[in-house]
């Protein structure tokens, strides 16, 4: 049972436009929220968090936003670079619960 | 400069081995992690430890085995039992064990192992 979901296997974006990255989640308890950015062969970089006392958070061109209603969250890029083009990961945590569980991935193209 | 180092990169096990995968850290972190990826898949959770000389189970924790003797050292062995190893494996560490605030986890670059 997939808790965490990134429903798009892949999205593909113009240079200098913005990229939207979805997630859903199902799990109520899941209290902590964050984007991992990830190339090929490398480790997963963490990239912004988010937690469910907030509703939007934001660093330079990346902007986190979480509908805790809708069990929703979305990764905001702008604007979108060449240099953006990975895989990105969402993951949760809950609680006290020491424990991240993630989503399958969206990969992100940036086209010049 | 500090971080998470992963050895080998690469790394072949013939069938009935056991072979042991490193992680270091010089962050000073409490907690580490071992994950798994799998081709289309998410990061599975193996093993964490939240301190030395402790460690629980993840959720694929079978044909696995860890150690912390170190707060720097997780070193992961994947033994014979487990039967499907191929897989790129990441380790991980924080702060601490409890996630929120500013204390994501930090990620190593992985090692790809094979069964030749």
């Known amino acids: 049972d997939q808790q965490v979901k990134q429903n798009s296997p892949s999205l593909s974006v113009q240079e200098g436009r913005i990229s939207i990255l979805n997630c859903d989640y199902t799990?109520?308890?899941?209290?902590?929220f964050l984007w991992y950015k990830k190339y090929p062969a490398e480790g997963p970089t963490f990239l912004i968090s988010?937690?469910?006392?907030?509703d939007k958070n934001e660093d330079g061109r990346f902007t986190v936003f979480l509908n805790k209603s809708a069990k929703h969250l979305s990764l905001h890029i702008v604007p979108s670079q060449p240099g953006d083009s990975a895989v990105y990961f969402c993951?949760?945590?809950?609680?006290?619960?020491?424990?991240?569980?993630f989503g399958k991935g969206t990969l992100l193209t940036v086209n010049p | 400069d500090g971080g998470i180092t992963q050895s080998p990169k690469y790394l072949f096990r013939k069938e009935g081995q056991n072979v042991t995968l490193s992680c270091e850290q010089n962050?000073?972190?409490?907690?580490m992690y071992w994950y798994r990826q799998d081709p289309g898949q998410g990061l599975r959770l193996i093993y964490y430890s939240q301190i030395v000389n402790d460690f629980q189970k993840g959720d694929i924790a079978e044909g696995y085995s860890v150690s912390r003797e170190k707060k720097e050292s997780f070193p992961l062995t994947v033994t014979s039992a487990q039967k499907n190893p191929t897989a790129f494996y990441l380790c991980?560490?924080?702060?601490?064990?409890?996630?929120?605030?500013?204390?994501?986890?930090?990620f190593g670059d992985g090692t790809r192992l094979s069964i030749l």
């Open positions: 988010i937690s469910s006392i907030k």
């Open positions: 799990n109520s308890m899941f209290d902590y």
């Open positions: 991980a560490s924080s702060i601490g064990p409890i996630m929120g605030g500013d204390q994501p986890q930090h």
């Open positions: 962050l000073n972190h409490d907690a």
């Open positions: 993951a949760a945590s809950g609680g006290s619960n020491y424990k991240l569980t």
